[in-house]
């Protein structure tokens, strides 16, 4: 049977876009166009600001606070000026905070993309024998791989070219010229290389995308598993690929906003986010799509078995995002530290939050084998999974770019939304161009007699 | 000594002996015990055995192994023996908290999954000098075993046995405990 996308999906991807068109526009207007203007800002805000400040700073006497001003300099670096006023600091961060915004957004949705591809690869890989019937949805998700990567790279770029250096700070060579720990980077940290890189990346994860769909396809009428057998090894070898690709992707385009800063695990806490949100995501579209009657060959236990990836996964983000933080908080080291300082000081509920989101509510929601087969628990536990982890993009590349300046305002959200909407457009689009069941798959039979 | 005829059906393989289950039990016998030499998947359910809550005491388990760490930690390293560890003095359980994290989860997984087994063997009616219930030792090998009492006749229920493939079928006076 094939999917058709109903209208009344397609009005809502398109309100999605032009409201998210809106909002993301009314995030660059109402950026201060001058210096002068935040200074009045400031002056006003500050009659009911009051002890805010130095209420957190004592809390975390502890961990280095001397060191966090190392992250206020890098900005400080940002600025044309080098004695720039406090005002001055505040309108960089602000007129930067429109392009944080998209971006953040832009790599949550392309973040799901490319991992469900690499859920997707790992299936063929193993040659699982429940999945089959759930690759036609995941191939549609991975449709977003190529698109979502362009406009993420995109964006990078074009806060070079067309913005001033908003998201990056190692772009900026008058930044470079003074800093000795970039200059060191700057081996890596270049346009031309980064450039490189990302087209590099790209064309990596589109090929096998394209090549694995269409071996897909071509088995549904097939007479032999050759076809099979071609997407079996061009997925066992794509995983390599992957997981160099996508480590130096999470150094490139993630790591690279706060170029001071390294963790050696990083790549890894990408990828937890990633896997767990693109599982998530497909079961919240096969459970969407069993709803309207389609994917009759999908059971409870497909359901059970998804559902446990997501509670497995959020356990394993945890335990890296755990790794990657007592190590730095324990050794206490400056350089190291001040990423986290900077971060509880001035992100605590979303720092803190983030954990509760994406560690304790799926940990509880989800530990209950019987609610992993309740449609509306996954959807619920599902949907703070999500949003978890778009706060953990945000909590990745906003203190870099905006600093204590941060809110999820109409920027924020206006990104989220017009991302959704390209999403949704996107993938529906490709799931209806084939058969939702992949019935040349030799494990189709398998599949849909999976029972546990 | 009370005593009762049950008999003894044994199966070498796992399908024939879960479709023999669902027969037997179709047909409104009562089948008293099945021994396996692995477990076998979906039998508690052909059985109609009630859901095992052995979960729930793992998780009960698992939050007394948490509790304990947490308390010994905080005697430990805050309470009884306060140090200055790489610049951070105990002075409060929650500021030095991320460095117990690791004896939290190991403690929670040590007493979930000791407790757990030691739970399990208990309810199985298992414990040290026990001698072995099953009524044949090629139960452990590569023979299933069903057990069913008699009542009534013993023939038909033969019968039926055989019919769902059963390799012997032998009839017990069995000492009721």
């Known amino acids: 049977m094939n999917y058709t996308v109903s209208n009344k999906l397609k009005i809502v991807s398109i309100i999605l876009v032009i409201v998210g068109l809106l909002g993301m526009g009314y995030g660059f207007m109402s950026t201060p166009e001058s210096v002068e203007q935040v200074e009045t800002m400031l002056a006003n805000e500050s009659h009911h600001g009051g002890g805010h400040e130095a209420a957190t700073e004592t809390a975390h006497h502890e961990m280095a606070a001397e060191t966090h001003d190392a992250h206020g300099d890098e900005a400080a670096q940002a600025t044309e000026d080098h004695g ?12 930067n905070r429109p392009w944080a915004a998209i971006y953040v957004a832009a790599f949550f949705f392309f973040m799901i993309a490319l991992g469900a591809l690499a859920f997707y690869a790992i299936q ?3 040659q699982a024998g429940w999945s089959p019937v759930l690759f036609r949805v995941m191939e549609a998700i991975t449709a977003y791989v190529l698109p979502g990567a362009v406009i993420v790279f995109g964006i990078a770029l074009a806060s070079h070219y067309i913005g001033h250096n908003n998201i990056f700070i190692w772009m900026d060579d008058k930044v470079v ?26 064309l990596g994860w589109a090929g096998y995308r394209y090549l694995v ?5 071509a088995q549904d009428t097939a007479s032999d598993t050759s076809n099979f057998k071609k997407a079996f090894r061009f997925s066992a070898a794509f995983l390599v690929f992957y997981i160099v690709t996508e480590s130096i992707m999470s150094w490139d385009w993630v790591m690279s906003v706060d170029p001071h800063w390294f963790s050696t695990l990083f790549g890894w806490y990408v990828f937890a986010s990633m896997f767990v949100s693109g599982i998530t995501v497909i079961a919240l579209m096969t459970i969407y799509l069993k709803s309207k009657g389609y994917l009759e060959f999908v059971n409870d236990s497909h359901l059970h078995d998804l559902a446990k990836f997501m509670f497995g996964i959020s356990i394993f983000w945890t335990y890296l995002w755990f790794s990657q933080f007592m190590l730095i908080w324990y050794s206490n080291i400056p350089e190291e530290v001040t990423y986290f300082v900077t971060r509880i000081e001035d992100y605590n509920l979303p720092f803190f939050g983030m954990l509760a989101l994406n560690f304790i509510f799926p940990f509880l929601i989800l530990m209950n084998s019987d609610f992993k087969r309740v449609n509306w628990f996954v959807v619920m536990a599902g949907i703070i999974i999500l949003f978890g982890h778009y706060i953990d993009v945000f909590n990745m590349i906003m203190p870099a770019t905006v600093g204590d300046q941060w809110f999820i305002g109409v920027p924020e959200i206006g990104a989220i939304l017009f991302f959704a909407g390209l999403f949704l457009w996107i993938v ?3 799931l209806s161009k084939a058969p939702l069941l992949a019935k040349g798959n030799p494990f189709i039979k398998e599949s849909e007699h999976f029972h546990y | 000594m009370e005593s009762s005829k049950v008999i003894h059906a044994l199966y070498n393989d796992d399908d024939i002996l879960m479709a023999a289950v669902k027969k037997v039990r179709a047909e409104k016998h009562h089948i008293e015990e099945v021994y396996t030499p692995f477990p076998v998947h979906g039998l508690d359910k052909a059985l109609g055995l009630a859901p095992t809550r052995i979960a729930i005491a793992s998780f009960i388990y698992g939050c ?18 306060p140090q200055n560890i790489g610049g951070k003095p105990s002075f409060s359980y929650l500021e030095n908290m991320p460095a117990f994290v690791p004896i939290m989860f190991e403690l929670t997984v040590f007493f979930a999954a000791h407790l757990m087994v030691i739970t399990f063997y208990l309810r199985s009616r298992m414990w040290p000098f026990k001698n072995a219930e099953n009524p044949d030792p090629r139960t452990t090998d590569d023979h299933f075993l069903m057990e069913i009492p008699v009542h009534g006749d013993e023939n038909e229920l033969t019968n039926l046995l055989k019919e769902t493939g059963a390799v012997e079928i032998k009839i017990v006076d069995k000492e009721a405990h």
């Open chain 2, 64 to 81: 007394i192994g948490l509790t304990v760490a947490v308390v010994m930690m905080n005697f430990i390293m805050i309470k009884d023996w």
């Open chain 1, 124 to 126: 063929r890989a193993a």
């Open chain 1, 213 to 217: 769909r269409k071996f897909s396809i």
């Open chain 1, 84 to 95: 720039g006023s406090h005002a001055e600091h505040v309108y960089h961060r602000l007129q």
């Open chain 1, 428 to 430: 529906f689009t490709s």
């Open chain 1, 177 to 202: 010229e003074h800093d000795e720990l970039i200059k060191g980077k700057s081996g890596f940290l270049n346009m031309g290389f980064f450039i490189g890189r990302g087209i590099f990346f790209i």
